[in-house]
C-alpha cells in the first residue's frame, strides 16, 4: 500500500527519521556513486536509513555491502545533521527528516553493485560531480522535467548540500536553497 504525500510516494513503511551516508573514494580521488533504484531519484554514494542495524556506523557498513558489495575497513565521521529531506516512506515521528550521520570510509573488495537499489554505479571526478550538481539545480528551478530527471538525473538533492560541505562540489547559496527545498519535497517553482 501506497501514499502520495506532496506528490512523493511513500510506502507504509514508517521513517525512523535517521539515516547514514557514505563517502567513498578510489586511489585516483573519484567518489564512488550511482544512481537511486527507487525514490527519491538521483546519483548519490551509498546510503540509507539506520532501522534495526543498530548504531550508525553499523548502519553505514551495512549500507555499503548491501549497495555496492564492498567491505568497509574504517569510518570517519565528518558530518551530523539533521535535513528536512523526504523519502519514499511513510512520515517518521518527528515527520519530515532524517539526521543524517555522513562518513568516509575505507573500504575493501570487489564493486558488486545490488541491482535491486543501484543502477549506473560508476566513480566520478569532482568536475563530473559538479556538472551533476549543476543538473540538480535546473531540476530544482523546474527547468527539468520529472520525466527528464528519472532518465538522467543529477545529484540527489539531499546530497547537494553534503558534497558541498565535504569541498567535492560548489554549490550557490540561491541554488542550495532551491535544492533543499526540492529534497523536502516542496513544490518546485
Known sequence: MTQTTNGVVAATKRCDNTSVGILIHDDQGRLLVFNRATLPWGAAPPAGHIDDHGSPEQAATAEVSEEVGLTVDSLELIARRWRDNRCRRADGP????????????????????SPRET????????????????????????????????????????????LSMAGLITAHREDLAAIEDTAAGQVRA
Open 94 to 113: 518527528q515527520g519530515v527528516g532524517h539526521e543524517w550521520f555522513i562518513y568516509r570510509a575505507e573500504v575493501h573488495g570487489e564493486l558488486a553493485p
Open 119 to 162: 543502477r549506473n554505479a560508476r566513480w566520478l571526478t569532482a568536475g563530473e560531480l559538479q556538472v551533476l550538481s549543476l543538473r540538480t539545480a535546473l531540476y530544482a528551478y523546474g527547468d527539468i522535467t520529472e520525466a527528464e530527471w528519472q532518465h538522467e538525473p543529477g545529484i540527489e538533492p539531499v546530497w547537494v548540500l553534503f
